[in-house]
C-alpha cells in the first residue's frame, strides 16, 4: 500500500464525508475546510457530535452481540471511515481473537491511515481494501476479500452511516441484496442511517449542506430504513434510535444523561440471514 499514491489522491479543496466524519468525533484526520463544513452542519444540527458518537457506540454493541450470541467470526465493513479507536476489529477480536474482519473504503485519506486497521491479533486476520459500496462486484471480487474471508461461511456485513450516502438513483437496495446475496444462511446486516424523521426542517438544512459540499446524501424514514433488513430475521428491539438498541447495562441509570431521540437522529438495526 502506498501512502503516496493516497496524498495524491486527497482533495483539500472541498470538504468530505469521512473527515467531517472525524471532526464530529473529536479527530485529528481532517483540513480546514472539513471542519469548516462541519460546524455549518453543527450550526443547523448541534446533535451531529451525538449522532456520530452514538453510531460508533452502535457498532461496538452490535459487533460485541453477533460475535458473542450468534457465532459470527468474520465482517465487512464497507465505508470504514477514518480509523477511530476501538475499530471493529479490536471490538470483535476482544469477544473471539481469531475474527477476520475486511475494511472497504474509497476514500485515499482512509488508505493513508489504514495500517492503524492492520493491528490484528495473531489469531486473526485483518485486511484494507479500496472499493466504493457502489460497485458491489468489484468489491466482492477483491482478491484481498478472497484471502481474508471465507463466503462460504456467516459474515456481518456492517454498514455504519453508510446508506444515507446512496441516494435512490443508486439503486441502495438493490446494492444491498446484491452483498448480502454473495453471503450465507447465518451472515448478519448491522446498519445504522441517519434519519429526518424526529425533525425534518433541521434534516432538510443538513441535505442542503453536503449536497453544496458534493456530497449528494439521503436521510431515510424509519420505514426505509427498514427494507434494508426484508427478507432477514431482525434482533430485538427492531429498527431503533441507535442509543435504544440494547443499551449497555454497566452504564447504569442513564435516565439522566440519555439524549433525546431527535438529538440522536439514527436508525439502527441488526438482522439475520435465514
Excluded at 150 to 170: E, G, I, K
Excluded at 184 to 203: E, I, M, V
Aim: some cysteine; charged content about 20%.
Amino acid at each position: 500500500m502506498s501512502n503516496t499514491r493516497a496524498a495524491r489522491g486527497i482533495d483539500t479543496s472541498r470538504p468530505h464525508s469521512a473527515r467531517m466524519y472525524d471532526y464530529y468525533l473529536g479527530g485529528k484526520d481532517h483540513f480546514d475546510v472539513d471542519k469548516q463544513a462541519a460546524e455549518t452542519v453543527a450550526a443547523a444540527y448541534p446533535g451531529i457530535f451525538v449522532c456520530a458518537r452514538e453510531n460508533r457506540a452502535f457498532m461496538h454493541r452490535a459487533t460485541r452481540v453477533l460475535a458473542q450470541e450468534h457465532g459470527i467470526r468474520q465482517w465487512l465493513d464497507i465505508g470504514t471511515g477514518i480509523p477511530t479507536e476501538p475499530n471493529l476489529h479490536q471490538v470483535a477480536q476482544s469477544v473471539v481473537p481469531e475474527a477476520r474482519v475486511v475494511y472497504a473504503d474509497n476514500d485515499p485519506l482512509v488508505l493513508k491511515y489504514a495500517e492503524r486497521l492492520m493491528r490484528s491479533t495473531p489469531q486473526g486476520r485483518t485486511t484494507y481494501i479500496e472499493a466504493d459500496v457502489n460497485d458491489p462486484e468489484a468489491l466482492l471480487n477483491a482478491p484481498e476479500l478472497a484471502e481474508v474471508l471465507d463466503l462460504d461461511r456467516p459474515v456481518a456485513l456492517s454498514l455504519n452511516a453508510l446508506m444515507h450516502f446512496v441516494t435512490d438513483a443508486q439503486d441502495p437496495y438493490g446494492i444491498l441484496d446484491r452483498l448480502l446475496g454473495a453471503l450465507p444462511s447465518g451472515s448478519a446486516l448491522a446498519l445504522s442511517h441517519c434519519t429526518p424523521d424526529f425533525d425534518p426542517p433541521t434534516w432538510q438544512k443538513v441535505t442542503d449542506i453536503y449536497t453544496a459540499a458534493g456530497t449528494p446524501v439521503q436521510f431515510r424514514s424509519q420505514k426505509d430504513v427498514a427494507r434494508f433488513f426484508d427478507g432477514l430475521d431482525l434482533l430485538d428491539p427492531g429498527v431503533t434510535v441507535g442509543h435504544r438498541w440494547r443499551p449497555d447495562a454497566s452504564n447504569g441509570d442513564e435516565s439522566a444523561q440519555a439524549p433525546t431521540d431527535a438529538t440522536v437522529s439514527l436508525w439502527t438495526g441488526v438482522g439475520i440471514k435465514p
